[in-house]
């Protein structure tokens, strides 16, 4: 798939595997992505097809679309205002930290 005339470029991998991580994550809201990487929804969608193997791509766009998720601020819990768990350990300069 072409990038967009007018889209920021295309992520290095680092940021790349941290984008598909974010998507992932259920609490994190497609707004948190677009805050720190000025990516849209469709392009992390764009990202997630060209990255995924296509099982994997279909199983997360199932999730994202089933309700489990809170991928869209607007299914969200307005209670919620933050972008990560409260217990899960503060990550810094955007280094993803050793598990």
């Not at 969608?45 to 995924?52: E, N, P, T, W, Y």
């Not at 998720?69 to 990560?84: D, G, L, M, V, W």
């Amino acid at each position: 798939m072409q990038p967009k005339r007018n889209s920021r470029p295309l992520p290095g991998p680092a940021e790349t595997d941290r984008i598909i991580e974010m998507a992932w994550e259920d609490r994190t809201p497609f707004e948190a992505i677009r805050a720190q990487f000025q990516l849209s929804e469709s392009d992390v969608i764009a990202l997630m097809r060209k990255s995924l193997k296509r099982s994997s791509f279909n199983l997360w766009r199932k999730r994202v679309n089933a309700g489990v998720s809170q991928k869209h601020a607007a299914k969200r819990n307005p209670a919620i205002t933050r972008f990560r768990c409260s217990r899960q350990r503060a990550i810094s300069g955007n280094a993803i930290s050793k598990r």
